[in-house]
Structures are given as C-alpha cells and as structure tokens.
C-alpha cells in the first residue's frame, strides 16, 4: 500500500532541515518501503523479527548513529536521528524497537557511563550488530516504580554476583549482551552481563498480541557472576538508566508519527476510492472530518520533536519535554491509527493493510518507556512542583 | 580506470506537474525534484566498476543550482568529484551534450555512463550525442556490462530479446533498470558528502539546436464502467473488451 509514500507533511517542515537531515530521512524512507513493508506482515503473524534486515541496516548506520566516529557512529545530530525512527516506525514499531534498544539503551549507556575499554570494547561491534545489545531495567513487579527493584548485586573478589528477574525485554533471547541494573548495597547500579555467563537465561515471553514482529523476552539472573571489568563505573543511582529511557523515549516521540502517518496516507487513499452511495467516502463530511484530525495532529506532532530535537541538539532539553512530546505523540498516533481502521470499515482489519499491526503495536508503545500516566504525572510535577507518585509524599 | 557519470534532475514520478503560463514549460511551483532514476543505475555501475577495477570517479551535471542535489546524492552513494555547468536557462538534448562533451573532452574517461533517458523530456539522445562529440562508440539501453581489459561487453535491450555488444575502451554506455540495484546512500556517506565541495562551471555553449513551441497535457482517461457484479455481466464485459476497447 506504501507505494509512492512520500510522507505527510502540510506545514513544509521539509524546508527546515538541512540537506543531510533530508537525505538520511530518505534514505531510511526507501529502505522501509523496499525491505521492510513486503515482508513485516509476514514475520507480525509469524511472530519473528526479520533478522536478514539486522546487517542491511547495520550497514547503512542505523545503530547509534549520533555517537562519535571513533565507536562506529556517524555523529548525526538528533533531528535527523528522530526523522529515522520515523521511518522506521512507518514499517512496524517493532522494528523501531529493536533500533531503540541498540541505539539509545545498549549504546548510549555503554557511551555515557561506560569505561573507556568498554566503550572500546563494545561500541563499534554493536554498531555493526555484529552484538545485539537489551536493556534490563523492568522487573515483575516494578514497572513504574524501577526504584523498588529486587534485583541486586553483591561484591565478591573479582567481581560481583548478580541474582533477580526482569520483564518485558526487548530483543533479550537474541542478545549478545545485556545492560543489567541491580542494587549494590541498595544503590541502583549498572552492569555488562554476557552471554555465556553462568546463571544469565532468557526466555521468550509468547503470546503477544502487539509488537508481534520483536522478539521479546525475560531476564533471569541466578548468581550470575559478573567481573569487575563489566561494572559501569560512571553512573550511580536512578539517574543512570532514567538517562538512557531519556534516549529511547526521544526516538519515540518521532517513531510513532510513522505508524500515524502511514494509516493517515492508508486511509486517505482508501477513501478516495472506497465508493458508497455513489461516491468516494472521502466526499462525506464525516470522513473529512477524520482525516483533518489525523492532519491536524500529525503536524502537531511534527512540530513538536522538531522543536525537540533541536532542543536536544542545543543542549537545552529536559527530560520534561521529552516526557510531554512521547505522551502526546504515542496517544495521537494510537487514535490516528483506530480512526483510520474506522475509514477503511471492515477492510481495516485485514492484514492487507497496516492499520490494525500499528494500533496493535501502539498499544505497547504508548505504555512502555513510561506509561502514558507517568508522564501525565512527571509534567504535573514539574509544572506544579508537588510529585503525585511518591508514596512518601507529605505535604 | 577513470569513470564518468552524468546525471540530471527531474520532476519526482509522484508530482503532478503543470504547464506554466507561457504555454511552453513547467510550472516549477509545488514540483519536487530528483536524481533522474535511470541515473541512479549509472551511479552504481560507475561504483561497481570503481570497486572492481580501481580508480576514479566523477559525476557531472548541467542544469540549475538545484542540480547539487543529484551530485549530493551521487557522492552519499560514493562518487568523490562533482561539476555542475550551472545554467538556468532550458538546454535541449544537444546543447546539454555540447556542454557535457567539452567538461568530458579534458577528462580522457574510460568510461562515460548515463541513464538510458531522463524521465522528464524522455529525449533519449544525451549520451549518444555525447559520445559522439567525443569520439567514442556509445552503447544504449545496457542492462549487462563487464569489462576486462579494453574490451567491454554489454547486453542491451532489443524488441523481444537482448543482444549482445562488444566495443573497446573508452566507451559511452547509457544504464536500462536491470543493471544493477543501486545502494541506499548510507549515514556514512551522507555525512561524508556533507563537506565534500561541488566545482562549478559556466556553460561553454548555450545556443539550443530545437525550440520548444508549447507543451500539452494527456486527454484525461475515460471514466471506468461497471457492467455488472456476478457472473451474467460476462457475456457483456466480453463483448466490450472485444469491440469497445479491441483487446481481445
């Protein structure tokens, strides 16, 4: 159905990037329309991710492309960053996911807070997915709340011995390496856990009726020992992997924009050709109305992570924009996405077209990576200066 | 070896074009533009020989200052060099090959490669033009090609078939889809092309050989007619396709 996509764009935000922001957004563009959207329904009923596409887009600089060339990065800035994981998203956001994850949780902390011979070590090769990378930070029964974790870590000679569980992890079966966060001597810490290490298994999670086409999976950890070269020595406490969802939910607030559009475009050329009562339902009013709202909140969206990333790309971004832009733009495409399936009538639930994949991924995308709530409630703190969610909270 | 390819920009497949008040030209509002697509395998190919046999490559355009944009995209592919004849004015088919011809004459290429044609003014007639302002045998339509030593042999579309053709070095080629599948520009080289300076040239000939007069839009297609919606609209819709339409 994507044939011809040119994206949407009603307000000429093409005229406010540079040259190279527009080639890389194209480029990514014509590798989704070529390789991913004839193949994803497939591997989405099929449950699998298309790992033959792990080395293509390995090799046109997907992975970590903002970091510095020296660890395998392009040192693209991140507007162009974000109008890739809206194309990528436009092919399933599980596909955006996997790119996430290598990107902004594996990489980024492995950067950030990483030793230099970790940098060293494992950059360039996760650049190269010659090592797929996941991020253990969710377990069973903290989700919202990452800083009631169980999982812990306790120094022994040489190293430290890691036991707990995590939940809900994104390419964790598939990894080669795992960021691990555990308490050390109740200060949440990060780790290297290899694959190989005694006592580190990662069982599949089956059953998912979103994000069908990304390998998801658990994190089990049974006296794991982990040596002192694994520890990531520059972040102590929440703020470490708050950072890198920092990261994550920034290619988000992009990525779903894609799934909107192309359910936005799905739609729109649906309509003009779906005849009923004699003419195109794009005639109706009623259907006009949808695809002027779906309009509508695209160009928000857009507007708003591009604003965004140049924040990000100045320095002068917090994490409460990228709480608010992740918020918006997952609730908007999500509806953009149920509303297009509503154009396209029964039509909208077959797998011929993307409509019901997006919205089903979506579901997941609006709640991972903080839940739709918690950054209702992070901007209400921030605008209000009182946080709602802290259980210790007296006035 | 030493490798050239031209490239122009044309109107991208999806835009709807109009003509322009004159009568005579396009309507440039609200058009975007790309590399013409059958550039895109000539791009390759001069990649593909530059891997295989060494050398260098250059790729060269007359048109507007937009023009870069096809030279960008050529060096984000990997072309290392780029000319632009910059010209606003209309050049036809002759006038662009004039102009081609003496950038290429000082070069002493190997091997020229076009696009077979640029799907705006369909001309097919640059890169023979070209070729033959150079002295050199031209090869159209080439959807094979290998070159060993001087020799270079290609497979070019025919009605119906292919034939094959040899020629020696140097040799003007103009790239049929099927050529090759040309690369995606990767973050790498697009970041690459970014500092990489495009030379500019003023026209050496400006004087057009044909004068477009005016220029008109297709007819607008007839209306699609439903005969019917089960099995008794048979007989009708075969009767149609034979006499209405003539196609069986």
């Known amino acids: 159905m994507s044939t011809n996509y040119k994206g949407v764009d009603y307000f000429n935000i093409d005229a406010l990037l540079s040259e190279e922001e527009r080639m890389i957004r194209d480029t990514t563009r014509d590798f989704v329309t070529n390789e991913v959207i004839p193949v994803i329904e497939k591997h989405n009923q099929a449950m699998t991710f298309p790992r033959d596409l792990i080395p293509k887009m390995a090799e046109l600089g997907f992975f970590g492309p903002t970091l510095p060339a020296e660890y395998g990065g392009m040192e693209v800035n991140n507007v162009a960053y974000g109008l890739m994981m809206t194309e990528l998203e436009r092919g399933d956001s599980g596909l955006r996911s996997f790119a996430s994850v290598q990107s902004g949780l594996v990489m980024y902390p492995i950067y950030a807070y990483g030793s230099e011979e970790q940098k060293k070590k494992w950059l360039p090769s996760l650049a190269k997915a010659e090592k797929i990378g996941c991020f253990g930070l969710t377990e069973p029964d903290f989700g919202s709340n990452p800083g009631g974790m169980i999982t812990n870590a306790k120094k022994v000679d040489g190293g430290y011995i890691l036991n707990g569980a995590k939940m809900w992890i994104t390419n964790s079966p598939i990894a080669d390496i795992a960021v691990v966060w555990a308490k050390l001597d109740g200060v949440v810490h990060g780790f290297l856990v290899e694959r190989g290490f005694k006592g580190f298994e990662t069982p599949q999670t089956h059953g998912k009726l979103s994000l069908r086409a990304s390998i998801t999976g658990e994190i089990t950890l049974q006296d794991v020992f982990v040596p002192d070269a694994n520890l990531l020595p520059g972040v102590k406490g929440l703020k470490g992997p708050l950072g890198c969802l920092n990261q994550a939910r920034y290619g988000i607030a992009w990525g779903v924009l894609g799934s909107a559009m192309e359910c936005y475009a799905t739609a729109l050329e649906y309509s003009l050709s779906r005849i009923q009562f004699d003419k195109p339902i794009a005639a109706y009013q009623m259907t006009q109305e949808k695809l002027v709202w779906m309009l509508n909140e695209i160009t928000k969206g857009q507007l708003m992570v591009y604003r965004l990333g140049r924040m990000k790309d100045d320095g002068t971004i917090k994490h409460t924009h990228i709480s608010m832009a992740k918020r918006n733009n997952c609730e908007i495409a999500l509806t953009i996405c149920r509303m297009a399936r509503e154009v396209l009538g029964a039509n909208g639930i077959l797998d011929e077209y993307p409509v019901m994949r997006h919205a089903n991924n979506l579901e997941s995308v609006k709640t991972y990576e903080g839940t739709h709530e918690m950054h209702t409630l992070i901007i209400g703190e921030d605008i209000t200066g009182i946080p709602s969610f802290r259980v210790d909270y007296k006035d | ?248």
């Open chain 2, 1 to 248: 070896m030493k490798i050239a390819v031209c490239v122009s920009q044309v109107p991208d497949t999806t835009t709807k074009v109009k003509i322009g008040p004159d009568g005579k030209t396009i309507d440039p509002a609200g058009v975007t533009y790309i590399i013409n697509p059958y550039d895109e395998f000539a791009v390759e190919a001069a990649l593909q020989l530059k891997e295989k046999n060494g050398g260098e490559t250059v790729v060269i355009s007359v048109g507007k200052e937009s023009n870069k944009e096809a030279i960008k995209k050529a060096y984000a592919m990997g072309i290392e060099k780029g000319i632009l004849v910059k010209t606003d004015a209309e050049m036809d088919s002759y006038t662009v090959a004039r102009n081609l011809a003496d950038v290429l004459k000082e070069m002493n290429a190997d091997v020229v490669l076009f696009g077979k044609q640029s799907i705006d003014y369909d001309d097919m007639q640059v890169g023979n033009i070209t070729a033959e302002m150079l002295g050199i045998p031209s090869i159209s339509v080439v959807v094979s090609l290998s070159i060993e030593g001087n020799k270079v042999t290609c497979e070019r579309e025919i009605e119906g078939g292919k034939e094959i053709v040899e020629a020696t070095l140097p040799v003007a080629l103009s790239a049929q889809r099927g050529l090759n599948n040309p690369r995606y520009p990767n973050l790498k080289g697009i970041m690459a092309a970014k500092s990489r300076a495009i030379e500019e040239r003023q026209p050496t000939y400006t004087e057009n050989k044909t004068e477009i007069t005016g220029m008109k839009m297709p007819k607008s297609k007839p209306k699609g007619k439903i005969v019917g919606t089960d099995v008794s609209a048979v007989p009708e819709l075969v009767k149609l396709l034979r006499e209405e339409a003539k196609v069986i």
